[in-house]
């Protein structure tokens, strides 16, 4: 059993940053490859980031690659989304997700989710 709490968003001016943290339960976060996705309203939950057990393989959405960075730190349960360049289409509650072992894209692919965090981005 995993339990994923974010935390970090808010309200930031188009071209701004904000860094979203997800704190993980469990002894076993090691063994669990993360996930972020968002939700706007109306709209289906899609993929923003994933990062693998150890962390040394990442993959983006095509809409936020090279502005976006996922990140783990295994020792303190946390896996962050650094969001910089940030515009209006990234409005969305974002949510942490976590799937045993293998890194997937797919939402319905993780087993755990967390509440989410509400980002807002102004123009």
């Known amino acids: 059993q995993v339990q994923l709490v974010e935390s970090g968003g808010g309200l930031v001016q188009a071209g701004g940053s904000l860094r979203l943290s997800c704190a993980a339960s469990g002894r076993t976060f090691s063994r669990y490859a993360m996930g972020w996705f968002r939700q706007a309203p109306g709209e289906e939950r899609e993929f923003v980031a994933a990062?693998?057990?150890?962390?040394?393989?990442?993959y983006y959405a095509d809409s936020v690659k090279g502005r976006f960075t996922i990140s783990r730190d295994n020792a303190k349960n946390t896996v962050n989304l650094q969001m910089n360049s940030m515009k209006p289409e990234d409005t969305a509650v974002y949510y942490c997700?976590?799937?045993?072992?293998?890194?997937?894209?797919?939402?319905?692919?993780?087993?755990?989710w967390g509440q989410g965090t509400q980002v807002t981005v102004s123009s």
């Open positions: 997700a976590a799937r045993h072992l293998v890194l997937t894209t797919t939402a319905l692919g993780y087993d755990y």
């Open positions: 990062i693998n057990w150890s962390g040394d393989s990442t």
